[in-house]
């Protein structure tokens, strides 16, 4: 005959088991950008981000609730900085340089991270039990399926595949109406003291071309310095500039209207010389797309 004891302890026994399944079954498991298997037991309530366009990423699936520390870079959407400036999100260092104390300190259950930050911060955040999400994103697709991933590993699956359909949606839109104009020859002025430009294997090149441009540095890797003289030889028919913050912003934009070199270019004669916000370009998150779009208006304003 079974005792009543015996029937509590099996009461009990089943009902751990079933409570340890039932977390088992909220666990989420996802590959990041640098091929790592990371695991959480349920969606986070204590994310940290160490990149401005994670940050982006984040808010734009809407976790700015979720979110607790961010760079001294991050600075969109607004309330980003509005509540930075509160102190209700706590400033955890540079974008290179995060510092460790800080993260620790605010318990994340989540970190987001780039591959920027290489295996040491990884690493220690590891020791510490701290599940760290490596983003890595080179080009239009990978920015895609990175919001989509981000959004598995948050619990924001759903929002996340209804923002990269209308990202998606909005690039073909562009790649639509610039696909049987002709290919503009066009310069972005990444920097002018010395002048810098973007070649491929940046966001800046492959967003010309679905805009509807040739990058006239596409042959050159990465970022890199170039001279007026050679600029002139290639001979743009639009020249973008890029704009940031602060004290210099709008030096790059000056350069490209009043460099003599550039004097004979049919960007300067024809008057096709822009200016470009560069979180827009360079930012591997939702706001890309803005970007594109107003590449494409500035290369084929007649298609918009």
């Not at 088991?17 to 640098?34: F, G, P, V, W, Y």
């Not at 972005?188 to 509807?212: C, K, L, M, N, R």
């Not at 979180?279 to 290369?299: C, H, N, Q, S, W």
Request: glycine residues 8%; charged residues 20%.
């Amino acid at each position: 005959m079974i005792s009543k004891s015996m029937i509590s302890a099996l009461v009990t026994m089943l009902v751990l088991i079933s409570a340890a399944c039932a977390q088992e079954n909220n666990t989420i498991t996802i590959i990041d950008d640098l091929g790592r298997q990371v695991s959480i037991s349920s969606a986070p309530e204590r994310i940290v981000s160490l990149s401005p366009s994670n940050t982006e990423i984040l808010f734009a699936l809407g976790l700015g609730d979720k979110v607790v520390g961010v760079t001294k870079y991050c600075n969109y959407p607004s309330a980003v900085q509005d509540l930075k400036d509160s102190g209700k999100l706590v400033v955890v260092g540079g974008y290179v340089d995060p510092d460790f104390e800080k993260i620790l300190s605010l318990r994340p259950d989540l970190v987001v991270a780039s591959q920027i930050h290489g295996s040491g911060v990884v690493t220690l955040l590891d020791q510490q039990n701290i599940p760290v999400f490596v983003v890595d994103s080179n080009n239009l697709s990978d920015i895609v399926r990175s919001i989509e991933k981000v959004g598995k590993i948050t619990g924001k699956a759903k929002e996340a595949s209804a923002l990269t359909s209308q990202m998606q949606s909005r690039i073909k839109a562009v790649s639509d109406k610039v696909s049987s104009l002709p290919k503009l020859r066009v310069l972005y002025v990444v920097w002018h003291d010395p002048v810098q430009t973007a070649g491929s294997g940046t966001f800046e090149d492959e967003i010309i071309q679905t805009a509807g441009g040739e990058n006239i540095f596409h042959d050159l890797s990465g970022y890199a310095q170039v001279d007026p003289e050679a600029i002139a030889v290639r001979n743009p028919e639009v020249i973008i500039a890029c704009t940031g913050m602060g004290e210099g912003a709008n030096k790059p934009l000056q350069w490209a209207e009043t460099e003599r070199g550039l004097n004979l270019t049919d960007a300067r004669k024809g008057g096709r010389i822009y200016q470009a916000q560069g979180d827009l370009i360079t930012r591997a998150g939702p706001r890309i797309v803005d970007g594109l779009e107003m590449f494409a208006k500035f290369i084929h304003p007649e298609a918009f």
